[in-house]
């Protein structure tokens, strides 16, 4: 079997209040890791923004946008002048009173080859996302681009097994989480380092159960919570690119913007599933009750 | 929310070809791990004798018992003795030429509170289970205990999280995994600790996934190839135990025989289910895909 190499990028920053620098920051790291040789480059979760989900407030609907949109737009020309895949993050606007959280794959030739709406949506104190986004309704379809055939997915995602398997059966050649998750700084370290762990052990979890190459990238930098009830978030960046057996191949620090570029063999997913045959094993027979909300 | 503590023991060692003393070593070890306070003892897959598997040799049908059978009454009286439960692990005849990988649950009154027989069968060089094992019919049921409900699986199903997550449906409080998984030493050494770290992950993956404890309890120790046309296996022994956001809680050596003992709080995954709400926003309108083999 040959191999099928890739470099793929993460671009990890902090967001500021105003979307026109925040995509003039996003848009410096995309070229910075094109140039390192990246043919790949995922983008963080509503990288235009600030992490508006901290409060419920109706003036948020405002940083919405169509897909195709400004955003999509300005980044489908950066793709095609670089030659590259980007994966971009988006507050989408379907129609007045719709909206969700979509990934969308712009092409090297600057189109959109194709979009994902965030299935699981979060909704904690802090993270009050169902109040802006209905559910996706795309299901968990993977997006063929020029490099291969992407398994796009989004931060909450991260923590179902469901959705990467289901990405898996469907071809994808890799999974990709745009992220935005943070630390509550009233929590102790041990707990703060535990959560981080955590979200990194279970995505190391899927590229094994799946043999496939796993990216994150997540922001960094505090965010003050506009309510003035809580002291924010502290995003963890950590941004990760981990290999089909769960290796941690490159990770960005935890509170720097940071470009992270890794080479990344793509066939190498084929010849481990040759060796750990989980797909030929599945008792498909005996599945039925994970379409169940609980077995009581 | 009151703790709910439990103390469980793994007892890792090595097999020789003479299953009346592996027996002994094995019960030696359920003493040691009782002395030591623990209440739940989990014992590593077919501790009765070599994992035979390495080769397919009708003669190894010899091996098999019934259920129940010598070992669950050896084990059943310890259980009582000590007032401990017993998770055994059993190469199951339920019928002339209808063989099982089962895994037992000894109650605390010597009684059997169930069993759980093998879902999903590996099958490579030096693991020929498919030989020896009809996949299990018994579904993915845990066994309800005097010490909660355990979620009991074996070995291979540790690379799928369906099982995991079918357990943790059904109200598993634990998972559990006698394990025998080892080395070829003709693998170089970084793909020898790529294939343990990614054992240990996976599962700590389910853990995290389902925020339940997750045990693992495997053998060490050289066993030759009985046909000599390999190097054989070097199991390679650290039995895990897991908490519930992924965290290692004890690890046993690679290449000695261990008795783990750890204090687990059961009710952590209760409050921990409350900060990371994982199974309120399962997508199960878009799963159905799970019960196919490949979406092609």
């Given amino acids: ?19 026109a620098a925040n995509i003039e920051t996003t848009i410096q790291g995309i070229r910075t890791a094109a140039e390192r040789g990246a043919r790949l480059i995922l983008l963080q979760e509503l990288h235009a923004s600030r992490y508006f989900c901290q409060t419920e407030d109706r003036g948020n609907f405002e940083l919405a946008e169509t897909i195709p949109g400004p955003t ?51 909704d904690d104190p802090g993270y009050f996302e169902k109040y802006y986004f209905t559910p996706g309704d795309l299901g968990f379809t993977p997006v063929d681009t020029s490099v291969g055939r992407l398994g796009l ?17 469907a071809g994808a050649e890799l999974l990709l989480y745009p992220t935005a998750i943070g630390w509550d700084m009233q929590d102790p370290a041990d707990e703060r380092a535990r959560q981080q762990d955590a979200w990194l052990t279970v995505q190391r979890g899927h590229a094994i159960a799946n043999s496939l190459p796993v990216l994150a990238c997540n922001r960094t930098g505090h965010e003050a919570d506009p309510s003035g009830q809580t002291d924010g978030i502290h995003f963890w960046g950590g941004s990760a690119a981990i290999g089909p057996q769960g290796e941690l191949l490159a990770q960005a620090a935890t509170d720097t913007a940071e470009v992270v570029v890794v080479d990344i063999d793509l066939a190498r997913s084929g010849r481990l599933r040759e060796v750990w045959p989980y797909l030929r094993d599945r008792r498909i027979d005996a599945y039925q009750d994970l379409l169940r909300r609980f077995r009581d």
């Fill in 72 to 122: 999509t737009r300005r980044l489908g020309r950066i793709a095609a002048e670089l030659n590259i895949v980007i994966v971009a993050s988006v507050f989408e606007k379907r129609a007045a009173g719709l909206y969700h959280n979509t990934a969308v794959a712009l092409d090297s030739d600057g189109s959109i080859a194709g979009r994902y709406r965030k299935m699981h949506i979060p």
């Fill in 1 to 19: 079997m040959t191999n099928k190499r890739l470099t793929i990028g993460l671009v990890q920053h902090a967001c500021s209040v105003d979307p």
């Fill in 153 to 169: 997915l989004v931060c909450w995602d991260q923590w179902y097994p469901e959705a990467a398997r289901l990405m898996a059966l």
